[in-house]
């Protein structure tokens, strides 16, 4: 099978198992994230554009808000890349980089682990961060929040900070918290020059919402 035909299959396998999903993580956010990877791919010489496509069609059958568990996720995707018989080193590197996409994969991570990513990594894992900033980012937020009952706003509950991933998943903060644990930290945690400049127009919408948000909670627009 040729490198086109491997990722139209795995972009139809991954549409058909996202396509009901209301969390923000569905068939769509795949779809951004793959077209922003290859984006930002383009720009940052030297990827492996199979790897980065596969990896960021993939990248959330892995996530443990979404699969049975990280393991379960890890095997089917091995599963499915071994289906479409390609070679072990391919499997690999997309099973490295899918490991590493996520936001919470850094914390409690020493800087220096960061920057020991793959190219392709690096990529995959900044497309996502994308995706999570600008108008779309605050969709998807407040799309999570509604989907785990959380409240928009308390302001006797301020932002808080978390040692490490699990302590980060099992908070319940209200969605405009987590702007201020998540979201307006993406920008600073970016990989690639290609992905810190397509990053400065999201960031600075979010800001202005909040901007926005905050006097309408008060009255005062």
């Given at each position: 099978?040729?490198?086109?035909?491997?990722?139209?299959?795995?972009?139809?396998?991954?549409?058909?198992?996202?396509?009901?999903?209301?969390?923000?993580?569905?068939?769509?956010?795949?779809?951004?994230?793959?077209?922003?990877?290859?984006?930002?791919?383009?720009?940052?010489?030297?990827?492996?554009?199979?790897?980065?496509?596969?990896?960021?069609?993939?990248?959330?059958?892995?996530?443990?808000?979404?699969?049975?568990?990280?393991?379960?996720?890890r095997e089917e995707i091995a599963g499915w890349l071994q289906q479409l018989e390609l070679g072990a080193d391919v499997?690999?590197?997309?099973?490295?980089?899918?490991?590493?996409?996520?936001?919470?994969?850094?914390?409690?991570?020493?800087?220096?682990?960061?920057?020991?990513?793959?190219?392709?990594?690096?990529?995959?894992?900044?497309?996502?961060?994308?995706?999570?900033?600008?108008?779309?980012?605050?969709?998807?937020?407040?799309?999570?929040?509604?989907?785990?009952?959380?409240?928009?706003?308390?302001?006797?509950?301020?932002p808080e900070t978390y040692a490490d991933a699990a302590a980060y998943h099992s908070n319940d903060t209200p969605t405009?918290?987590?702007?201020?644990?998540?979201?307006?930290?993406?920008?600073?945690?970016?990989?690639?020059?290609?992905?810190?400049?397509?990053?400065?127009?999201?960031?600075?919408?979010?800001?202005?919402?909040?901007?926005?948000?905050?006097?309408?909670?008060?009255?005062?627009?």
């Amino acid at each position: 099978m040729d490198n086109d035909q491997a990722v139209a299959r795995t972009r139809d396998f991954v549409e058909q198992k996202f396509s009901q999903e209301g969390s923000g993580h569905d068939w769509w956010h795949m779809y951004r994230v793959w077209q922003l990877a290859k984006t930002i791919a383009q720009g940052e010489a030297g990827a492996d554009m199979l790897v980065v496509e596969l990896a960021a069609l993939l990248h959330d059958v892995a996530d443990s808000k979404l699969a049975e568990s990280e393991a379960a996720g890890r095997e089917e995707i091995a599963g499915w890349l071994q289906q479409l018989e390609l070679g072990a080193d391919v499997v690999d590197a997309v099973l490295g980089a899918v490991q590493n996409v996520s936001f919470s994969s850094s914390i409690g991570t020493p800087a220096d682990g960061q920057h020991s990513l793959s190219l392709e990594a690096q990529i995959v894992s900044d497309a996502d961060k994308l995706d999570a900033l600008g108008a779309i980012g605050i969709a998807r937020a407040f799309a999570y929040g509604g989907h785990k009952q959380r409240m928009l706003y308390d302001p006797a509950r301020p932002p808080e900070t978390y040692a490490d991933a699990a302590a980060y998943h099992s908070n319940d903060t209200p969605t405009i918290n987590h702007f201020y644990d998540k979201l307006l930290l993406l920008k600073d945690s970016l990989h690639t020059a290609t992905a810190r400049q397509l990053a400065g127009r999201r960031h600075q919408y979010m800001e202005q919402f909040l901007e926005e948000f905050y006097a309408e909670w008060e009255g005062k627009q």
